[in-house]
């Protein structure tokens, strides 16, 4: 289950420099009410990653069983929109030392990084090695790179049986690979169409992988499904955790200047889910000059490191906390101590976190930092299924509050289009002009 404590960000908490006034935060009661029934209708549009809870997953479970029983080793090949998710389920769900003690053993090649790409290689036994290749566009330059080095290595070592190695993640029926994967009856699985790269972790992009590694996906759809659910039935904003979290952020950053929206889970098993959720809110709504900065902090880690900015410098920040309830495993503190550090004694690891966590929260109150916390009573594929959806979700919204399409990335299309003309791609012969206009070495 999960729970959401927002009291910290109001004004009668905090005061109304820096803190949202109950006023304005119903103010938007009429505005929730139409967009609510707008993103109903979007949902087979646009929003239709909303539909993803909703999907028969029996081809995505039955490759992976098949995964599991001919292979040792599971490579994403994927970038951005198209990894991140994976390795957000795979951190959050699997044991820190899974890759010690299970199989297959499970490895991301997203960046370009030569000596990151040698060292994966070095740990796995070709052979034993099955490699799902992830690209929605199918011509992501790190993604197409990496792919043709080791579709190389399988030729070379496996001959025409290269092909059972590779199962391809792309768009239905655009993009080289999906034309690749047709002519060489290669295995593959379909993006939606109307479902970008940060959106698509709940469809094969995100499930397969997960599904390989013995996660349990259906009751990850389960949790989203959940979510939908409360999403769908309630319009009034203090009811719909996704439209509040929202409408808290867009005021905080319109009306009190709050341009950084920091995450800040006290479980590390919810690292890699703030860098998902940096690329979600980022690249959806950071475009005609609007946009938080989301900025990764870890508790208790960043007690020593970043809390000070966040207490004493700029007032710009919003800060989330996630507070996990109960973990997996726990350690006690002897009793037999120092008397000094008896105030430890007989206490856990995870209730020091958790005081950590409510000691920080309390002082940045106490600075009149907005912040809100997320409770999940524990870390399992349910309550990560329902948060995915519920970020998925206020991220879309928030569309709406800046009035900005949440679903293109203009911008980083213009990164990848300057890439292509370096690398002397065919029709990319005006950019590259473009490009020595600007460049000056
Ligand atoms: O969210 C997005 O659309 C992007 O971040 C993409 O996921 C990323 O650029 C990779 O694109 P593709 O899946 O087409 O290789």
Redesign the pocket.
């Known amino acids: 289950m999960i729970k959401i404590d927002y009291t910290d960000v109001m004004a009668d908490r905090i005061g109304e420099r820096d803190g949202i006034l109950r006023e304005e935060l119903l103010s938007f009661r009429y505005f929730t009410v139409e967009t609510h029934s707008l993103i109903q209708r979007e949902k087979d549009n646009s929003f239709y990653f909303a539909k993803l809870p909703y999907q028969d997953i029996t081809d995505i479970l039955e490759t992976a069983k098949q995964i599991r029983e001919n292979f040792d080793y599971f490579i994403v090949i ?7 998710g994976n390795i957000m389920l795979h951190e959050a769900l699997n044991d820190f030392n899974y890759n010690e003690n299970h199989f297959p053993k499970f490895y991301v090649l997203d960046n370009v990084d030569p000596e990151k790409f040698g060292a994966v290689i070095d740990r796995i036994d070709i052979k034993r090695s099955c490699f799902n290749v ?7 330059v ?2 197409i790179a990496n792919f043709l080095i080791i579709l190389d290595i399988l030729k070379e070592e496996l001959g025409e049986k290269y092909k059972e190695h590779l199962i391809i993640t ?2 239905p029926e655009k ?1 080289f690979l999906r034309k690749f994967a047709n002519e060489n009856n290669i295995k593959s699985f379909s ?1 939606p169409e109307n479902v ?5 972790v709940l469809s094969s ?1 995100g499930l397969l992988s997960a599904a390989v590694c013995g996660i349990d996906i259906e009751q990850i759809l389960e949790g989203a499904r959940k979510m939908d659910l409360i999403c769908s039935v309630e319009e009034h904003i203090e009811h719909n955790p996704a439209y509040l979290i929202a409408i808290l952020h867009y005021l905080a950053n319109i009306r009190r200047g709050k341009s950084i929206s920091v995450m800040m889970p006290y479980s590390e098993r919810l690292s890699s889910f703030v860098d998902w959720y940096k ?2 809110w980022a ?2 709504l950071g475009k005609e000059g609007f946009g938080q900065t989301p900025i990764k902090a870890i508790g208790a880690i960043d007690q020593h490191s970043q809390i000070q900015l966040f207490r004493e410098g700029p007032r710009d920040k919003i800060v989330t906390f996630i507070q996990v309830e109960k973990f997996k495993r726990d350690f006690k503190i002897p009793t037999d101590i120092p008397e000094d550090l008896n105030y430890l004694a007989g206490h856990s690891l995870s209730e020091i976190l958790n005081k950590e966590l409510l000691g920080t929260k309390v002082a940045l109150t106490k600075s009149k930092v907005p912040n809100l916390t997320i409770v999940l009573d524990e870390i399992n594929p349910y309550n990560i299924g329902m948060l995915i959806y519920l970020y998925e979700m206020a991220t879309a919204f928030s569309g709406y509050l800046y009035k900005i399409n949440p679903f293109d ?1 203009p911008a ?1 299309e213009e990164g ?1 289009n300057f890439t292509y003309a370096l690398m002397g791609r065919k029709g990319y012969e005006q950019k590259l002009e473009e490009f020595k206009s600007i460049y000056k070495e």
């Open positions: 994927g970038i951005g929109g198209s990894s991140l992830i690209t929605k566009s199918g011509s992501t790190e993604t792309t768009d993009g993006i970008g790269g940060r959106f698509s992009v690329q979600l690249e959806s990335q980083v990848k």
